[in-house]
């Protein structure tokens, strides 16, 4: 954790989460991030992340992800799974990764709605619970429906590329911010990168004037 600008107490506690559906630590701090809102007075705004812009529309299987980079895959999930499963968060038999450009564009949209903010566990869940390719617009649509919101108007947002722009604007915050990596977590000027501990994010959030609910 490095301390970048002194907190601003003149507005209302804010955490930003640089993240992205398909980083499996990033689903893990997910669990984190909501113990964070029972226990802390704060807001969360979700920064969209561009993580992986290579992996075509079809997907790519992990093996052809990590190809080269000496990491068994088989011992990987297993691992994974276990670390999920301490957390409370179920983990499925993953075996691809998907462009998760279009699902930032549905979110982006989403939180603005009523009961919105349910997009984000529900991306979550269907990539790395279903193994659910997270650039099909009928998967998105599909998952859009499956929290209460209008599935004709998802699809003309995403087909639209309506939102394209916002999720552009939360690239150009991580890039001018300096953040290189996912999950990133930074509020009142302070942040911390990769898959804190609960411990190691509530302290962040207290030294930033956070108060306990």
Same mark, same amino acid.
């Given at each position: 954790? *490095?301390?970048?600008?002194?907190?601003d107490? +003149?507005?209302?506690?804010?955490?930003?989460?640089?993240?992205?559906?398909?980083?499996?630590?990033?689903?893990?701090?997910?669990? *984190?991030?909501?113990?964070?809102?029972?226990?802390?007075e704060?807001?969360?705004?979700?920064v969209?992340?561009?993580?992986?812009?290579?992996?075509?529309? &079809?997907?790519?299987?992990?093996?052809?992800l990590?190809?080269?980079?000496?990491?068994? /895959? &088989?011992?990987?999930?297993?691992?994974?799974?276990?670390?999920?499963?301490?957390e409370?968060? $179920?983990?499925?038999?993953?075996s691809m990764?998907? @462009?998760?450009?279009?699902a930032?564009?549905?979110?982006?949209?989403?939180?603005?709605?009523?009961?919105?903010?349910a997009i984000?566990?529900?991306?979550?869940?269907?990539?790395?619970? &279903? @193994?659910?390719n997270?650039?099909?617009?009928?998967?998105? /649509?599909?998952?859009?429906?499956?929290?209460?919101?209008?599935?004709?108007?998802?699809?003309?947002?995403?087909r639209s =590329? *309506?939102? =394209?722009e916002a999720?552009?604007?939360?690239?150009?915050? +991580?890039?001018?911010?300096?953040?290189?990596g996912?999950?990133?977590?930074?509020v009142?000027?302070?942040?911390?990168v990769?898959a804190?501990?609960? &411990?190691?994010?509530? $302290?962040?959030?207290?030294?930033a004037?956070? $108060? *306990? =609910?």
């Open positions: 954790m *490095r301390d970048v600008t002194p907190p107490c +003149s507005v209302s506690l804010q955490l930003e989460v640089f993240s992205d559906y398909v980083c499996p630590w990033c689903y893990l701090g997910s669990a *984190r991030v909501s113990r964070l809102q029972e226990d802390w704060i807001d969360v705004r979700i969209h992340f561009p993580l992986h812009l290579e992996t075509p529309e &079809e997907g790519q299987s992990l093996q052809q990590f190809a080269g980079r000496n990491v068994d /895959v &088989e011992q990987m999930q297993e691992r994974m799974a276990m670390v999920m499963r301490a409370g968060l $179920k983990y499925g038999e993953r990764t998907y @462009n998760s450009h279009r930032q564009q549905l979110a982006s949209w989403a939180v603005g709605q009523d009961g919105g903010e984000h566990p529900a991306l979550f869940v269907a990539y790395f619970v &279903e @193994n659910v997270l650039a099909s617009i009928d998967n998105l /649509v599909a998952i859009a429906a499956g929290i209460g919101l209008d599935a004709d108007r998802a699809g003309d947002i995403l =590329r *309506r939102y =394209r999720v552009s604007a939360d690239w150009e915050r +991580s890039r001018r911010l300096g953040v290189t996912v999950p990133t977590y930074r009142g000027g302070a942040e911390a990769g804190q501990p609960y &411990e190691v994010l509530a $302290k962040l959030v207290q030294e004037g956070a $108060k *306990r =609910r």
